[in-house]
């Protein structure tokens, strides 16, 4: 589907709407439905299943959204937060640089000094988008982080955190002491995060309220082990920085071995690079053929990041492959400025070592995005049928519980939806309409199990309390006893985890 | 506990700590460490069964945290959100109102205008807490709400939501649309809100950001039909403005149908009542005799509020009855204010029925407070031990898993952890240390089932892949099949559900 069509059947269906909407609308603000709630939520717990699960001793915490001023000044966010944007002298409008440069320089603007994307605007003589003018300033840092008073005194600065990140880097020496003082240590958020975009855009894209889910991993830069052997044969979808540079633009497929026999890579990075392929691939159910993990340049990714390779999925509704996680090697950047600014030193003395400072790995998933990524691939039309073949263990509602003629069957039909929602499988209820109707609205929203109670039920004999088991995606029906529904159900909602490290 | 000693505990243990502690905290903000963040989750979990479980027709949904500047003027944040402060004139301190008048009036200050408590504070000879001299100023409005630049240009502002009522009052024509075109209608928000409180103090009783559970439940002025007679003999804790005028503070127990037949109050609300203390009491599981339903008085509820009933719990390390929750009634204030403000008519259109602007009930719950509310009253000492007796559906790991000989029963142990892991039940492997001592660390965490794996569970004969199952509150110890593990933990880790209307 289109962007269009496809943020019109999520607005209908009620999975996600304009913030504020009676008001207009906010600008990069979304609200989350029902459906769209439910979804987010086991995308999360999936997510945390899997990433959380690679060890005993990876943790999930929730610090706080907002930090002092000392900490993003620490962290660098104060000074290098920003966005080039350019204003249109002649009309005021305001734009990020690149935005504007979008067609004479499709590869961004990342790593160019304002200066140099000045000329770039003005030697493609680049009109105001508004009005068309030829005026256009030379671009200037926008700081992207939302400010706050913090206090009553007025003096005092805190900040919204542009990224989750950051509470876990402030926690790390407080989870030392509680847990087992080893590496690897995991300590993983999953949260809002808060940036003033210059145009928000492409609805769950590039929102100013998002949630991340990330994995800060802290090893020892001396070693970090992992069973690399179990991963060795897999086939990864690269894009490499000599590969981009020919401008070639597929992914290769190469063993995971490869990457690091000849490819230069460290062992623990690819090994955590075949577990994000998997994590889109087995998990969210993404095509292969759809997934990249595209290198970044040593000019592209931020100056701390040693190694950097963007996830990226090819999604019709947006044109083109799309970022939709990220596995980061971070070094020491992080522990080492808050250590100097917060003046506590972040070393470690794990037991018959030399104190160290670890190194973090950082595994970084954008949950809004791939709420969108979940819609473009799974949903779509087939034949007479609108049909959502989410994964079970992701679907919002698990099973719809239908009555066949609701002045008969409803009270069975209830307590059947309550006795499953006692189990902790979600149910819905649905009496409206007919029951093709309740299978096609059930359809959309992605359920993947659908049970009717009717005469049969509730009759005497070899048939009663079954009831009509009708799957989703293809269509077929079987009768099932009650008792036997929640075996039936339950596994198809536990979401995949990996072998522990 | 005394108040500090049960922080220090929770600070040693992890469940909670102060926001970028290592740059010496955050006034007003914490993070949630890996149990703090589990029992969070399990709270929140356990009152969206509890509420949202009340009809069919209640969602949860996740509308943004920031409000724009038009949404807060109609909803009367920007004008009256505010808490009267005032100003040692001589050191520059600045103080709550509220908090420097505690000891000559401590009923508080809701209702006073600011020159009825400058009046107050000059006739009783009120210091400066901070210098001792005589130059409090005149109290002033402080607004509580953290505004922020919204967007480019710097003209537009927004706000972080104050409540997160806002935004299910912001969805409702929305929710209307996609869902049965049917009252009562329930809109449930979980999730952040901000308040640049004065003094934030007594840890997670008065915070800047904190969470809470909100249930707005839309319903027909003309009637609101609950099942009263389930309820009519329920006992409730109350202390209404009569005896509370008369210097009481000790509820008295009375009748639902009393407080309906001669107590002046709604069914529907008195119902809402019985269902609010019954999640307290048998599902947080506070002793009954420490709930208290404190009736607000005219001058003391927000002017919207028909009716409102605080839920106070008497706690030990805080030395009194504390606000952990409410029900308000707030009439149609809020969709009246909307209407006004977006110029969108918000009335609905029943089948059958004239149009009609419904009227709100708001359940609202303080998660942090409750945090704090279920250490308080169930983190103590017994004989040698600490124990935190949860109910075992809030416990942060249900089921600890320890190999008695960690060189020879690890594997096993490890394999057996990750089983009960991916079955949903939430598992900690543990090696260290004695098994007395793994013992005391899941006493503490509230762990209700230990595990352990020893020589019996790998030998051939009887007992091979047996356990031995031990009990947090009895020690009681029983030798059970890992096959029937799950069958034995996975039902005490349901949170009660109520019966549907």
């Known amino acids: 589907m289109k962007n269009e069509e496809l943020y019109a059947l999520l607005r209908r269906r009620g999975v996600l709407w304009p913030s504020a909407e009676i008001y207009g609308g906010t600008q990069g603000l979304y609200d989350y439905g029902p459906l769209g709630f439910a979804l987010k939520r086991r995308v999360e717990e999936a997510w945390a299943a899997w990433f959380v699960g690679l060890s005993h001793d990876y943790h999930l915490i929730e610090p706080a959204e907002i930090l002092p001023e000392a900490v993003v000044r620490a962290s660098g966010h104060l000074e290098n937060f920003t966005d080039p944007e350019v204003t249109c002298e002649s009309c005021h409008s305001v734009f990020r640089a690149e935005t504007v440069l979008e067609k004479v320089r499709p590869e961004g603007v990342d790593g160019l000094t304002p200066a140099q994307i000045g000329e770039i605007l003005s030697s493609n003589h680049v009109k105001c988008p508004t009005c068309a003018s030829l005026a256009l300033s030379v671009p200037r840092p926008f700081n992207l982080m939302f400010g706050l008073d913090w206090g009553v005194t007025g003096k005092e600065r805190a900040y919204l955190r542009p990224e989750t990140a950051q509470g876990s880097y402030l926690s790390f020496s407080r989870m030392w002491d509680v847990g087992r003082r080893a590496l690897p240590l995991g300590i993983a958020v999953i949260g809002k995060a808060y940036r003033n975009e210059i145009a928000p855009r492409q609805v769950l894209f590039r929102m100013r309220a998002f949630t991340q889910a990330e994995l800060q991993i802290f090893f020892d830069p001396a ?25 070639e633009e597929a992914p290769e497929l190469v063993r995971a071995g490869d990457l690091v026999a000849s490819g230069g890579l460290p062992e623990f ?22 997934i990249r993990l595209f290198e970044k340049s040593d000019k592209e990714r931020a100056f701390y990041n040693r190694i950097q390779f963007d996830v990226e999925v090819r999604l019709e509704s947006l044109s083109g492959y799309k970022e939709l996680g990220a596995v980061h090697y971070r070094g020491d950047y992080d522990l080492s400025r808050h250590s100097q600014g917060s003046g506590k030193d972040l070393s470690v003395h794990p037991t018959g070592r030399e104190p160290l400072l670890p190194h973090v790995l950082e595994l970084t998933f954008g949950v809004d995005r791939n709420i ?5 691939l799974h949903l779509g039309t087939e034949g007479e049928r609108t049909l959502w073949k989410l994964p079970s263990y992701l679907a919002p509602v698990a099973v719809g519980v239908f009555p066949l003629i609701a ?29 093709g109707k309740r299978y096609a609205r059930m359809d959309e929203a992605g359920t993947p199990f659908c049970l009717t109670v009717d005469g049969e039920t509730l009759a005497e004999g070899p048939t009663k309390d079954t009831v009509t088991l009708r799957f989703r995606d293809t269509r077929t029906q079987e009768r099932v006893a009650r008792t036997d529904l929640a075996a039936r159900i ?5 979401p995949p985890r990996p072998a522990r490290t």
């Not at 990075?269 to 759809?290: E, W």
């Not at 008969?408 to 009496?431: R, S, V």
């Open 407 to 435: 002045k008969e069957h409803a009270p069975y039909a209830l307590a059947l939806a309550d006795e499953l929602a006692a189990l902790g499988i979600p149910a819905q209820y649905d009496a409206g309409s007919s029951i």
């Open 269 to 290: 990075y690819v090994y955590h690079l075949v577990h994000t392929v998997r994590f889109f691939r087995d998990v969210l159910g993404y095509p292969a053929d759809r």
């Open 490 to 494: 339950l596994p198809a909602l536990r």
């Open 223 to 247: 070693g970090f082990s992992v069973p690399f052997d179990r991963v060795r044969d897999e086939l990864l979808p690269v894009l490499r920085v000599d590969r981009r540079e020919r401008g």
């Open 372 to 376: 969108w990524g979940l819609s473009d």
